[in-house]
């Protein structure tokens, strides 16, 4: 696993000269959905590289409309994916129109060609969400590279919704954390396997040190308290969040 992060921060050094912004912005709601990867047995950051080039030239040629994409790479190993592949659609209908191109085409044919032996999808592990965006960064992160955590949560009994937003407004007066930190609510566009959470709150932050920072600044208020009383996520009461590195591929 260490390799494989190693390897993913690596590409965007590699591929990022070739990297382009879709011209076609949607006004419509944007998501983003998580595909599961596997690494191959010619897995390295030049194959890498090359097949990031040649899925962003095919996403121009098919006049995607994405936000971006990234990579995360998990902190802890996770028997289902080696890394996640990262689309930020600018809409569902952006992204349906994407897929429908892709689908059974050329394109998928040239793409499973090109990441022979590099890496495999499981499009049985595609997972799509809404965005409601909690807290915006300060300043844009242009660096290529963040870490994120995500919290699946379930209410413990006697909390709901009304406590979350109550403690969301609590976070809000927090001015002091760091440039780069942002957090949103996903809203999975699927039927969750159980335990379904009531919610899911991804965390993310410009580096590991902006992340241990920001917590410190967290920890020294009432906050920590009131979130444990009021949540159990990902399945246990310690609060930890599921922690990836993110590569930028696409911006």
Not at 19 to 32: A, I, P, R
Not at 36 to 57: H, I, Y
Request: glycine share 4%; hydrophobic share 35%; with cysteine.
């Amino acid at each position: 696993m260490k390799k494989i992060t190693l390897l993913v921060t690596t590409i965007f050094l590699i591929g990022a000269c070739t990297q382009t912004k879709n011209n076609e912005q949607s006004n419509s709601q944007s998501m983003v959905e998580y595909t599961w990867m596997k690494a191959g047995p010619n897995f390295s950051a030049d194959n890498l590289a090359n097949a990031v080039n040649t899925w962003n030239q095919m996403l121009d040629d098919m006049q995607c409309s994405l936000n971006g994409a990234n990579i995360l790479t998990p902190e802890v190993a996770n028997d289902g994916y080696d890394f996640i592949w990262v689309h930020l659609w600018t809409s569902q209908s952006a992204r349906d129109e994407c897929w429908n191109t892709w689908s059974g085409s050329s394109y998928q044919a040239d793409w499973d060609k090109a990441i022979e032996g590099i890496m495999q999808y499981d499009l049985n592990n595609v997972y799509l969400f809404d965005i409601t965006t909690g807290r915006v960064p300060k300043k844009t992160n242009d660096t290529g590279s963040f870490v994120n955590s995500f919290f699946f949560c379930n209410f413990n009994e006697g909390y709901s919704m009304i406590d979350l937003d109550s403690y969301r407004s609590d976070l809000a007066k927090i001015e002091n954390f760091s440039d780069y930190h942002w957090y949103v609510l996903l809203e999975p566009t699927f039927e969750p396997a159980d335990p379904k959470p009531d919610f899911v709150w991804l965390d993310l932050w410009g580096s590991d040190e902006d992340k241990a920072s920001d917590t410190a600044i967290w920890e020294a208020t009432d906050l920590p308290a009131k979130a444990q009383a009021m949540v159990s996520c990902n399945q246990n009461q310690n609060l930890e969040g599921i922690s990836f590195k993110g590569t930028q591929i696409r911006s």
